[in-house]
């Protein structure tokens, strides 16, 4: 197991867009046991393979309150989207910024589990949230594309002025 160093915006490997998996195998294991690791070192409830400088379609999330409930979805597709919900949304890319997201209320997402097995889940609320979240970051996309151009520019300099500080 190892911490994965987690990529910070406005990185520019965050916008790369991730490759489909073509193979489960024992290394793809390792990648998901140590950005699970991170994930909850972080802590944070979903990680997509693209913070940790992998471009893979890979995303795991966790909404327990726990760490009781790992979901693992290899490549990803948002099948259908309904309705509409509104939240704060944070990243552990863009650390200490929470801004408000206008997200679809359910998403249908179909994906591969760890076996290779085709799966399908209807999710809503939170976990709607969170997958749309994560399958923006497989696509290049992070929380802060989906602002205004003045907020993108100000969590830009706010992030900067952190950096300096913690140098
Ligand atoms: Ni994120």
């Known amino acids: 197991m190892a911490l994965l160093p987690i990529l910070r915006f406005p990185d520019v490997r965050l916008k790369k ?17 140590d950005m699970a ?3 909850y070192e972080a802590p ?3 990680l997509a393979a693209t913070q ?11 909404i327990s309150e726990d ?16 309705g509409f919900q509104e939240g ?10 929470y801004e408000k ?5 359910q998403v249908t997402v179909h994906y591969l589990d760890l076996e290779g097995k085709e799966q399908s889940l209807v999710a809503e609320g939170l976990l709607a949230v969170c997958l749309q979240h994560e399958l923006d970051h497989l696509n290049g996309k992070v ?8 907020k993108q520019t100000r969590i830009k300099n706010r992030l900067a002025k952190q950096a300096r500080v913690t140098a």
């Open 52 to 62: 940790v400088d992998v471009h893979k379609q890979l995303v795991i999330i966790d």
């Open 67 to 82: 760490k009781s409930d790992l979901r693992v979805f290899i490549n990803p597709r948002l099948e259908r989207c309904d």
């Open 37 to 39: 690791e991170t994930m």
């Open 17 to 33: 867009v991730a490759a489909p998996i073509a193979k489960i195998d024992e290394s793809l294991r390792q990648l998901v046991s």
């Open 101 to 105: 997201v206008e997200r679809a209320e």
């Open 143 to 150: 929380f802060v594309d989906h602002l205004s151009q003045l």
């Open 44 to 46: 944070g409830i979903g």
């Open 88 to 97: 704060e949304e944070g990243c552990l890319s863009v650390p200490g910024i």
